[in-house]
């Protein structure tokens, strides 16, 4: 599945006051790290959706789910915990900056890794 190159400036220009973000094409898009805990990614589905994923943690996902925009992150057969998806069409640019937050906030209590 293709990333979205679009998309993921979107996510490089809402990230790039932050120190310790990297980035890696895997899961079908790209995905964004902080001191490489992953926060966040963006691509394209095969049918075209385009769509964010964000990693707000066990504990928000609950709270995360609550918003009519995310759904959770189905991978195979799998269902990530801790990690939705919300398409960019409802994602407006306050809409990122919020799901930012908390992915910053659930990474930056892990501990850095190399």
Excluded: Q, T
């Excluded at 964000?54 to 789910?65: I, N, S």
Aim: net charge positive.
């Amino acid at each position: 599945m293709p990333y979205d190159e679009a998309l993921a400036d979107r996510m490089r220009l809402a990230l790039k006051a932050h120190a310790g973000i990297s980035e890696r094409r895997m899961m079908g898009g790209i995905c964004f790290f902080l001191h490489g805990n992953m926060l966040s990614g963006a691509r394209r589905d095969k049918d075209g959706v385009r769509r964010f994923m964000f990693r707000v943690g066990k504990a928000r996902e609950a709270e995360a789910l609550s918003s009519p925009a995310a759904s959770p992150v189905i991978h195979g057969a799998r269902k990530l915990g801790g990690f939705i998806h919300v398409i960019d069409e409802d994602c407006g640019e306050d809409d990122l900056r919020a799901w930012l937050a908390m992915c910053l906030d659930h990474a930056s209590a892990l501990p850095p890794k190399a």
